[in-house]
């Protein structure tokens, strides 16, 4: 048992140094460095435990059995600076890290004076080591839900976007939780069935750090770069005051009653300039060229048509290709071909794309288009 430990150990030593070497590429790494100082700490607690060293590393030990409450606040802070990289840690961000604190001096508190209360144990194993988590982990996923709803609001190409290694990380949290959670609620039933639930919680970093290093081998920018570093433009934390020229502002907005005459000035746009040919229109793009303001022009897209704006570009595309693809100019030219010109950039991306909006292939479109001309 000790031998595995001291393997996941070892590991994480190795992610630290890979982390850190990418630490001037992608500033998040720092709190999942954090996260991973953290698993470390808690393998050698195990090791300290194993050797009946207990007493001679008193406080590592009291310290470690409160690290558990830094968990779901690292998560969120590593979620948040993937997605905003640009978002700075306040002072105010702080106060988020006193669950830890209250956590570290009740550990002590139950340490030196062995007090075994039910309430102390409900306070620092159920509240500040599990339920503080929770919330953190679960406004990270809301978090991230957030952000791709609006990837999907700004952008028309997302292909060079990925999500999975943060879809990988949240989830991945979450299941740590619900094991947490299931030892300690079996731990109150019969703390008899769990002698040492310590040596049962850590062994869950294992797990942890095994998911890691896996999904890190597999996907090598996952340290690299970070999702708002995959973006044409960054999507602010929360908008900015300003009066630049992007209409990215901050500020009250009266939206026109009449959101039809807006519509069609935008449709109109769409038809005449045809902008969705341009691989990389964004939402930002469009406001510009109409001298509207972004949330306006959000608003009109979600409101007229119920799409984002990545379906509503898509839109157009796909009606595009329909006309372009039965040109006797274009017989020459393959499917992909004639895609890319109409304004995608991938062959998922616009096989996907034209399913969506025309539910059939564009392989039955085009029979079924030679069959009515028979």
């Known amino acids: 048992m000790e031998e595995i430990y001291i393997a996941t150990f070892s590991i994480v030593v190795l992610l630290l140094i890979l982390l850190l070497t990418k630490l ?18 808690g393998c050698l607690a195990i090791l300290v435990t194993m050797q009946n060293l207990q007493a001679k590393y008193f406080y590592f030990i009291v310290f470690t059995d409160a690290l558990p409450a830094l968990l779901g606040t690292l998560s969120y802070f590593y979620v948040r600076k993937s997605l905003y990289r640009s978002k700075m840690f306040s002072i105010k961000d702080g106060l988020h890290f006193s669950p830890f604190f209250l956590a570290l ?3 002590f508190y139950n340490k030196i004076f062995f007090t075994q209360t039910l309430f102390l144990e409900i306070v620092l194993d159920v509240i500040l080591k599990n339920t503080v988590s929770l919330i953190y982990i679960v406004a990270a996923y809301g978090m991230l ?4 709803k609006e990837v999907l609001n700004q952008f028309s190409n997302t292909e060079n976007i990925d999500f999975k290694w943060l879809r990988f990380f949240v989830f991945l949290e979450i299941g740590i939780w619900l094991i947490y ?22 062994s869950i970093i294992t797990i942890f750090i095994l998911s890691i290093s896996i999904f890190g081998i597999r996907y090598s920018t996952v340290f690299s770069l970070s999702v708002a570093q995959s973006l044409p433009v960054e999507i602010p934390f929360e908008p900015e005051v300003s009066e630049n020229k992007d209409f990215s502002e901050k500020k009250p ?8 005459t807006e519509f069609e000035q935008l449709t109109s746009y769409f038809e005449q300039k045809q902008p969705f040919l341009n691989e990389n229109l964004s939402l930002q793009d469009v406001s510009i060229d ?7 022009l959000s608003e009109i897209i979600g409101s007229q048509t119920g799409k984002n704006f990545f379906d509503f570009v898509n839109s157009y595309r796909v009606e595009y290709f329909n006309r372009q693809i039965v040109l006797p100019k274009n017989k020459n030219l393959t499917i992909l071909a004639v895609a890319f010109e109409c304004g995608f950039g991938s062959k998922s991306a616009f096989s996907r794309a034209y399913k969506k ?9 085009i029979k079924k288009n030679k069959n009515s001309k028979i």
């Open 24 to 41: 001037k590429e992608n500033k998040s790494n720092i709190y999942l460095a954090a996260l991973l100082v953290i698993s470390a700490f």
């Open 105 to 107: 001096i009740l550990s």
């Open 145 to 148: 839900k957030k952000y791709e």
């Open 181 to 202: 959670f299931g030892l300690i609620v079996i731990w109150f039933a019969d703390k008899s069935i769990l002698a040492n639930p310590s040596a049962f919680i850590n």
């Open 253 to 260: 907005l009266k939206i026109k009653p009449n959101l039809k």
């Open 290 to 296: 109409l001298n509207m303001h972004q949330r306006i």
């Open 357 to 365: 909006h025309s539910g059939i292939t564009p392989s039955e479109f």
